[in-house]
């Protein structure tokens, strides 16, 4: 069983930016695409990021292109999620979640087909 644990959410001001970490233990991490969902008030939860299995592939929502970067650390077991330039639609719980392919399969990342889910970590942006 893989435990997913995310941290680093947060209130900052529009503009500010936010580093998320998720610690994944239970399974050998380098097994798994990982990758964030967010979650905003009163909306269905959407990708934001993925990543492959040793880090040199990356796929991001079209949003957040540009402002977010998905990075990893196999050694450390942790998946990292750094917003910069940050807008009040970014608001949502940001969750952390693994995939048993190992490459980016995008319609699965799409569809919300994880294998495995945090709990959530809560980021607000203010106006």
């Known amino acids: 069983q893989v435990q997913l644990v995310e941290s680093g959410g947060g209130l900052v001001q529009a503009g500010g930016s936010l580093r998320l970490s998720c610690a994944q233990s239970?399974?050998?991490?380098?097994?798994?695409?990982m990758g964030w969902f967010r979650q905003a008030p009163g909306k269905e939860r959407e990708f934001v990021a993925a990543i492959n299995w040793n880090g040199d592939s990356t796929y991001y929502v079209d949003s957040v292109k540009g402002r977010f970067t998905i990075a990893r650390d196999n050694a450390k077991n942790m998946v990292y999620l750094q917003m910069n330039s940050l807008k009040p639609e970014d608001t949502a719980v940001y969750y952390c979640?693994?995939?048993?392919?190992?490459?980016?399969?995008?319609?699965?990342?799409?569809?919300?087909?994880?294998?495995?889910w945090g709990k959530g970590t809560l980021v607000i942006i203010s106006s």
């Open positions: 239970g399974r050998t991490f380098s097994n798994y695409a």
């Open positions: 979640a693994a995939n048993e392919y190992t490459t980016i399969v995008v319609p699965i990342w799409h569809t919300g087909g994880m294998d495995y």
